[in-house]
């Protein structure tokens, strides 16, 4: 089991930034089981999407819209990854998840951290 605690949402205004925390707790064989970290959001009225991944040897991939924009990055010695979010426009409004693949594809998600960007 591994349990996912994210912080660090928050009211920012347009071209303002912040970063995401998810920081990962449960067995030791279930943390470094890990092999994929994501973040995902959940606008109003849409379904939850990918923002960006990255793997256990630090590959990254990023959503076309987020591209330039925001930074995914893990702490290996925290058991966390970020998420840096640079100039935020109002449509990335929407609560952003955490969410592990394990190596033997175990899923698990946090519990959501609500970005809201103002215009």
């Known amino acids: 089991q591994v349990q996912l605690v994210e912080s660090g949402g928050g009211l920012v205004q347009a071209g303002e930034s912040l970063r995401l925390s998810c920081a990962a707790s449960?067995?030791?064989?279930?943390?470094?089981?890990?092999?994929?970290w994501g973040w995902y959001c959940q606008g109003p009225g849409n379904q939850r999407e990918l923002v960006a991944t990255?793997?256990?040897?630090?590959?990254?991939t990023y959503t076309d819209s987020v591209k330039g924009r925001f930074t995914i990055s893990r702490d290996n010695a925290k058991n966390t990854v970020y998420l840096q979010m640079n100039s935020l426009k109002p449509e990335d409004t929407a609560v952003y998840y955490c969410?592990?693949?394990?190596?033997?594809?175990?899923?698990?998600w946090g519990q959501g951290t609500q970005v809201t960007v103002s215009s």
């Open positions: 969410r592990v693949r394990t190596r033997n594809d175990n899923v698990y």
């Open positions: 990255i793997t256990r040897d630090s590959d990254t």
């Open positions: 449960g067995s030791i064989f279930s943390i470094l089981g890990i092999s994929t």
